[in-house]
């Protein structure tokens, strides 16, 4: 059958999200069907402007199309016959105040209409019960090309891979970073999406004096770059806002057996992310030291390491069973 | 500079108005540019056009330093750096209107209908920085119907250094998508005119199986199986070039095209003629009778009688493909032109 998969796009920024939804894509053809990626420019900002951008999606014409996967918003709001919509990323509406009614409303619609609805993250399921009142099933994504993270020895880095911007909060992690013991290094891979992220951090890297502790490759890092970064690493950090961020890192850590530091207002965990297997910290610099300090002395690391693995696996996420999931 | 290459897409089909983007986008990153494609789904579908023209005035690419917006509805998206390259209009609501292409009724609601498309397109083409069309024929009707300007800016093919001359043999290649419009049917029908030993070789994919079924079942009836090469499939790049090397001339023969087409350039490329017809539209502006390649009626003796020419009369053959080659000069077709252009 013909696959249209709908995602929404950051012009010119490109991290996790874009690769899974092309990896989607292959594996859609892989199954079989033709399947072709479509990517909506959309931006959060300023928020008057979202209603029109999510009619934009609503009106889209989708010819010769037999199923639509739509992995966010606005994309997923896309009316077709067999839609299936996989909520990967909604926006967080806390602070949308007029428009936010809008954006619930539009989801209880598209929701009550689709055929498939499925929540990639534990965090997103529970946030539609709560602002549009419907419980939907779980689908974590499958990692991209798991064979890649397959571990290695605890490595005296934690890595913060991923889109370099404000929301994602490097900046924080770099600041915390001060207060922590002098052997625990810092490895940053991601693409800016705008070279004042990068300067960002590179300022924070230089008011800190973390220069020969903070290693920064503000590009976009290759796939197998990325995967020997999180498989040579103590642990992986990853602190988005809430709504800011495809939580594959976590599933990734999780595979390469690496435990996961996140904070209280992050949607990241994945029901990985506990105490058995990682910190969840408050976001703050003087807690996140705090916690980046327990993680690099914590002496049962590997075994920590070993529970987020395991808890990955026990959700039996694999891309032939995902994507029969996803088609009618 | 961060450019938006924005286009209309119809999923699940490729061809030339995708793989023009494509080569785009790879010029600009070869140049340093960051670019991204933005690529939306369009139908010419009239009953929901005008849901379909709202949504792109709604699409914000404020992120990009400049847009550059190629099929329609592409010229609607808002920005204030816009420039257009600009292949067609909705010709059924343009210069189609009074003929019987139109495909609906003249009546109050399609006429009103067809208001609302000229002044909207009107405020998209106007708000442009610059404005470009990939033919002459097409600045015609901007100028005609918008009172636009648009500077013609011919469209080149993707590393044009891959095509190559090896001989002139005795096949006359066809290769284009094959469609109705494309009239291969008729170059077929010619073939029964001929008296020399002349071979026709038909290669593209057809998106109309019926049409691909009419012509080979055209082929056999006419008992021209042994000079008539029918293969419906998807050609490469590298394939093509193989391909033109070795044919005697080229044929392109689509009706009232926009453009010159990709495969009278191609053929141009590899130093051979192409065979076209009176009626084709922008194929004109590059191929001129007996210079550089043969235009004929649009009627099967008239063109068998130009392939009989093209096999017997291999000097001039030879000759006009070198014209051919050379017109690609004289139009300024290259992309260091079209950067220039586009970026100014």
Redesign the interface.
Known sequence: MNVVIIDSMSPFCWGAAEEFARALTQEVRNAGHAAELIRVPFKLEPHARIPSQMLLARTMELYGTDCVIGLSFPGYLVRHAETTIWATRTPPTGEMSGVADAIHAAHAEAIGEAPRVFAGAPDLRLRLQATCGVDVPLLPPPVVAPERFAGGPSGDYVYVGGRINVAHRQHLLIEALRGTPPDLRMVIAGAPDDPSDALRLREAVAKHGLEDRVHLHLRRVSATEHAAFVNASRFVASIPEEGHCFASLTSEAATAGKPVLTTTDSDVGMGIVSDESGWISAPDSESLSHTLTIASREPEIDAMGAVARARWLSFGTIWPDTVRALLP | M?I?LCSTI????GGGGRAFVEWLDEVLRAEGH?V?I??????G?HQ?IV??M??FR???????DRIICIRPQAHLIPHRNKVLWFIHHLRQFYDLWDTPYRGMPDDEEHRALREYIFATDDAGLREAKSVFTNSRVVSDRLLQFNGVFGETLFPPVHQPERFYCSSYGDEVLYIARVEHHKRQHLLVEAMQYTKSPVRLRLVGLSSDPGYAASLSQQIAAAGLADRVGFENRWVSEDEKADLLADCLAAAYLPLDEDSYGYPTLEAAHARKPTLTTSDSGGVLEFVTDGVNGRVTAPDPAALGAALDDLFQDRVHTKEMGGAAESRITELGVSWSHVLERLLA
Do not use: G, H
């Not at chain 2, 119809?10 to 089909?13: A, E, M, S």
């Not at chain 2, 933005?38 to 139908?43: D, G, K, R």
């Not at chain 2, 709604?58 to 990009?64: G, K, P, Q, R």
């Open positions: 961060r938006a119809v999923p699940f089909i960051d991204e933005v690529y939306l789904p369009q139908t579908a929901t849901q379909q709202e949504a709604w699409i914000n690419l404020d992120s990009a």
